[in-house]
């Protein structure tokens, strides 16, 4: 899971991304610092991520990992 920082949102939503794809890490989330701090779920599929959700922090935090349906 990563947390998006203002000062290095690129990095985090885009470099980090394909390093993680590279490393073969099956699931990418990020926390993005809006004001419903959502968080878009990727699962990998090949070399790249693909967007399969997007839930708000509070109801991640709140469920066990086998009710986000990415498994």
Known sequence: M??????SEGVDTVTKRSEYA???IPQYWVV???AAQTVP?????GDQYVARATMP???????????????
């Open 57 to 71: 922090l509070a109801w991640v935090l709140n469920t066990r990992s086998d009710e986000h349906g990415l498994g």
């Open 2 to 7: 990563e947390i998006v920082s203002p000062d």
């Open 41 to 45: 779920m990727h699962r990998l599929d």
């Open 22 to 24: 590279a490393a073969s």
């Open 32 to 34: 993005d610092q809006d």
